[in-house]
């Protein structure tokens, strides 16, 4: 029988993703969300959302009504919000997120991919294997796969007919420790919302309920880990081999059978060979996998060029943590001549916790000839933190490395950055969270088309 349920804060990235599975499911579906009435209410998720006939509500208890079988909230809902005191006062079930998704993925054979870098790609490059495999598998996930865009969906999620279902287990909350899958696929394990100690705490846990654990083989870190299956790029049960690395593509072989990715860097490589070890274990053969990685597309903001203008390329990236700016701008080295980034660190609390670490990521890739670009820390809900701040970790790195400027506004990075691109060069977005970092991606480019159509006229 149809459920109805209200999900609170429905815009974030796992509760949309929830959303449309317990819409496609035949739940009726409401929500709310602080964006809808801000600068960001014109998002093409609302519009993708309403398609499956999902109501919205402002975020003042409106949508909350007594014939509700649930209420679903994410850990960012605080009880002072309008629609968990009326749900309390209406004395509605309170669902957190997980629970939810727990609930979901306890009726399917799960693939879970679990890990701090990494996660999105690899779960789409999963689902897309056994799409192409015939699997008809469901998928749950952080990021969009263009794939499912281009379908008219979010991209985030959809419901297949078998009883086969891929999700990313985001461990920043700690609450995938409430999952049971068959399959996970532990990718690495470095300091990102948490510090090691708490992070190493939860995967531990997680391990406990899982069937199968396959982990990376190249992770030193990952020893700790009890293991049935291991993959890598230098060792592991099923491992990449003959790596070739060409600006946008990569080739390697995994026994006898080539594989050509679409998408750029090793961390690609690597993502690619982890998502075979899962898809194997499912019963997917090796030209399987291989064909489905070549005709893969990608996820949004992973590394998607938004366009290319008198030679420069504007690329568009979710990175934020360490390891996943390293192996940005390392793939963004593999593309072009030099590398013009611009970040936009995400939250008080993330920065105290890896600040250093970023300061160390930045400085150990960016060479003379690239520029950085950082603007004040995007908030996200925080109380500003005493000390953290975009400032000071540019002031470290400035005593480090050429060409690191901080901007209090992002917009004045495009003058910068037109002012002195030129062909060859990659225009790199990175930072998470912020749902206009895209738009800004996208002015970006605009202004730099502009700016070559201009000097062509000259």
Partial sequence: MAKKYHFVGIGGNGMSALAQICAMRGDKVSGSDKFLDSK??????????????????????SGITKDLDGVILSSAINEQNPDYLK????????????????????????????????????TAMIFEILQTAGKNPSVITGAPLLSLMK?????????????????????????????????????????????????????????????????NADENNLDIFKSDKTFGLKKGNIRATNIKLNGFTSVFRINNTEFKLNVAGIHNVSNAVASVSACVEMGADLPFCAKALENFKGTHRRFNSVGKAGGIEVIDDFAHNPEK??????????????????????????????????????????????????????????VPIEGVS????????????????????????????????????????????????????HRMFNRIKEQVRIKSVK
């Avoid at 309403?50 to 919205?56: A, I, R, Y």
């Avoid at 749900?87 to 679990?114: C, F, G, M, W």
């Fill in 325 to 382: 700016i390293k192996a940005s701008i390392k793939a963004a080295q593999l593309c072009g001549k030099r590398v013009l980034a611009f970040y936009q660190p995400h939250g008080y609390l993330p920065m105290q916790v890896y600040g250093q670490e970023i300061i160390r990521a930045f400085s150990s890739v960016l060479r003379d000839r690239d520029f950085l670009w950082m603007s004040d820390i995007y908030n996200v809900g925080q």
């Fill in 40 to 61: 960001v209410a014109d998002l093409p998720l609302w519009g993708s959302l309403k398609k499956l006939g999902v109501k919205f509500y402002p975020q003042d208890a």
């Fill in 151 to 215: 379908q008219g969906l979010v991209g985030n999620a959809f419901l297949g007919k078998s009883d086969i279902m891929v999700i990313e287990a985001d461990e920043s909350d700690g609450s995938f420790v409430n999952y049971h899958p068959e399959v996970a696929l532990m990718l690495n394990l470095s300091k990102d919302h948490k510090d090691m100690d708490t992070l190493t705490g939860y995967f531990k846990n997680f391990r406990k309920n899982c069937k199968k654990f396959i982990i």
């Fill in 390 to 441: 975009s400032e000071n970790i540019c002031k470290s790195l400035q005593s480090q490395v050429k060409n690191v400027f901080c901007v209090s506004e992002k917009e004045d990075v495009i003058g910068d950055v037109t002012g002195i691109a030129r062909s060859g060069d990659i225009v790199l977005i990175m930072g998470a969270r912020d749902p206009m970092l895209n738009d800004y991606s």
């Fill in 87 to 122: 749900a309390k006062q209406l004395n509605l079930p309170l669902i957190h997120r997980s629970k939810s998704l727990a609930d979901i993925i306890s009726e399917y054979k799960t693939i879970a991919v679990t890990g701090t870098s990494g996660k999105s790609t690899t």
